[in-house]
């Protein structure tokens, strides 16, 4: 079988796309749109690649300092994509991302907004918006800072999640079976 790219990389792009402000984000964000994190959180590190700096710079509105370089961004990334993944995928959350570009006047700098909605096998729910600012240097992000954070609903607890029980019995052995 051969797996197809959702997305077509920064740097296969042909350069005079660029020319038209807006095509880099444009392609960025629906390849953020079309992932599926339930499916594997390898597929956003493949548009992390392909789409940033090495030396890209990130922010955030929470007042932290800026966090310069591809690998400390990656990691960053990273503790937010793993328990997605986990969660969608061994605790039957569902998720969903959408966002909404804000029209601006400077060809290399993009506004938009984000939405995640996580909704639980328990029907809680939970969802996150933010706000994103990027500047891009030819066909990569050179700096992303995210602000106007928001969450409406509580965060989802272990008794949000959907594991099945049969399955529980195989990880941890009945008492009668450990060893005194």
């Given at each position: 079988m051969i797996k197809q790219n959702r997305f077509l990389p920064a740097d296969h792009l042909d350069r005079d796309v660029?020319?038209?402000?807006?095509?880099?984000?444009?392609?960025?964000n629906a390849s953020i749109v079309r992932a599926d994190i339930?499916?594997?959180?390898?597929?956003?590190?493949?548009?992390?690649?392909?789409?940033?700096?090495?030396?890209?710079?990130?922010?955030?509105?929470?007042?932290?300092?800026?966090?310069?370089?591809?690998?400390?961004?990656?990691?960053l990334l990273l503790n937010f994509l793993i328990p997605l993944h986990v969660m969608a995928e061994i605790g039957g959350v569902s998720i969903s991302i959408r966002n909404t570009s804000i029209p601006g006047d400077v060809a290399d700098e993009a506004y938009s907004e984000w939405t995640l909605d996580l909704v639980a096998a328990s029907a809680r729910t939970c969802t996150l918006r933010w706000r994103t600012f990027r500047k891009w240097n030819g066909p990569y992000v050179i700096y992303e800072h995210h602000y106007d954070q928001q969450q409406t609903g509580g965060p989802l607890t272990f008794n949000d999640l959907s594991f099945d029980a049969t399955n529980f019995d195989d990880w941890f052995p009945k008492s009668s079976q450990v060893a005194s």
């Open positions: 660029y020319t038209k402000p807006g095509i880099g984000e444009q392609v960025l339930s499916r594997s959180f390898e597929e956003y590190l493949e548009i992390f690649d392909a789409f940033y700096a090495e030396d890209i710079e990130a922010s955030s509105g929470t007042g932290e300092e800026r966090i310069h370089g591809k690998a400390r961004v990656g990691s």
